[in-house]
């Protein structure tokens, strides 16, 4: 038998990374072995979840795809909050946002458009996505806006803000599931001939399984990456900001990047706009207004929603650039260029910024 490249085999780097952990050794082995190990961990959790989506419907396995879609990210954000480590979570979200709608669809148009002149998906979706993240960016900056102007106390009206965001986003967040499953799933229906589904043989308990299974390790993984975040950071030269906005971001969504990837090399642009967007869409709408709900009772200090000049600049950049891009339903790999350019100039000056 021949033996083909496979995900699965960076878990190889779970018993490492416990090793490595336990023997103190280096930060940044520690740091990386753990990253590698939470790639295939994350891989398991969206395989896992779309073969119990499918049994399920498109109703309830669209309700599951937004509630585990982006488990990975959270479980990291989850383990940095419980560790204080608030500036670096705020960061790590917006990062995933950008790495799925600048890197995750500019990988896809690029390859997709490598292999055909012009590939075509259905613009009232991708029309619809990017308002949503143009909607998102605007909202994040208000109670940015709103802190600034008050400063960083949050133990009255600055805290009530936040609340009352989160909560106004989730409430957005279930109106756009609606609309999405439920009153207007044409507007996200395949352009092209209907999608082939594989057929998977494994039973929608196994799938339980293994997803509980990776979650938990994933929990664990997050835990030892966490912990060696910082002296990784102080020994590479990194900042805070470009660990969780750049590091975490793309570790967290790694497996939903190589996702959208994949569907766009293969000629299935609809599923690639639908995982790039759609997932930046959970985080902005779903992921981030719970984790500044769950933070005011979980972890040393409440994650206020008090983004940064220069990480609402980067997420409205991106809004930006995806909807021009993105409208039109048409890709080519000169649009994956355009994403691609912007993604990397970005992480470039975030990278460049002196470490306080």
């Known amino acids: 038998m021949r033996l083909r490249p496979s995900m699965n085999w960076l878990l190889v780097f779970l018993p490492v990374a416990v090793v490595l952990d336990r023997a103190e050794s280096p930060a940044a082995m520690v740091f990386f072995a753990a990253g590698m190990a939470i790639i295939p961990l994350a891989a398991l959790i969206v395989k896992s979840t779309e073969q119990i989506a499918e049994r399920l419907g498109p109703a309830a396995g669209g309700l599951l795809n937004a509630t585990f879609g982006n488990l990975p990210e959270m479980i990291i954000a989850l383990v940095a909050l419980k560790a204080g480590l608030v500036d670096m979570v705020r960061a790590s979200l917006i990062g995933a946002i950008l790495g799925n709608i600048l890197f ?24 619809t996505y990017a308002s949503m993240l143009v ?42 599931l609606l609309f999405m499953l439920r009153t207007h799933p044409d507007f996200f229906a395949a352009s092209a001939s209907a999608e082939e589904h594989e057929a998977h043989e494994s039973s929608l308990v196994k799938a339980g399984v293994w997803l509980v299974a990776a ?5 664990w993984m997050s835990e030892i990456l966490v912990g060696a975040a910082e002296a990784t950071g102080h020994a590479l030269g990194m900042s805070p900001l470009f660990l969780g906005m750049v590091l975490l971001a793309l570790i967290g969504g790694a497996a939903e990047t190589g996702s959208a990837i994949t569907m766009g090399r293969a000629n299935k642009p609809d599923l690639a706009v639908g995982i790039a967007m759609g997932s930046s869409i ?17 972890g040393p200090a409440p994650m206020a929603l008090a983004f940064s000049r220069l990480e609402i600049l980067a997420l409205f950049l991106g809004a ?5 891009t993105a409208g039109d339903g048409r890709a080519t790999w000169f649009k994956g260029v355009q994403l691609l350019t912007l993604y990397l100039i970005l992480a470039t000056t975030i990278y460049l910024i002196p470490v306080g």
């Open 320 to 324: 930006l650039v995806i909807a021009v």
């Open 104 to 127: 995750g669809q500019g990988m896809a148009f690029l390859l997709g458009g490598l292999r055909n002149h012009v590939q075509e998906y259905n613009p009232s979706g991708a029309r």
């Open 215 to 219: 979650s938990v390790g994933a929990a």
């Open 282 to 298: 959970q985080i902005a709408l779903f992921v981030t207004p719970f984790l500044a709900l769950v933070s005011l009772f979980y």
């Open 135 to 176: 909607l998102a960016s605007i909202t994040m900056a208000i109670p940015a806006a709103f802190h600034r102007f008050i400063g960083e106390d949050l133990s009255g009206i600055g805290r009530s803000v936040d609340v009352v965001t989160a909560s106004i986003l989730l409430g957005t967040y279930v109106c756009y």
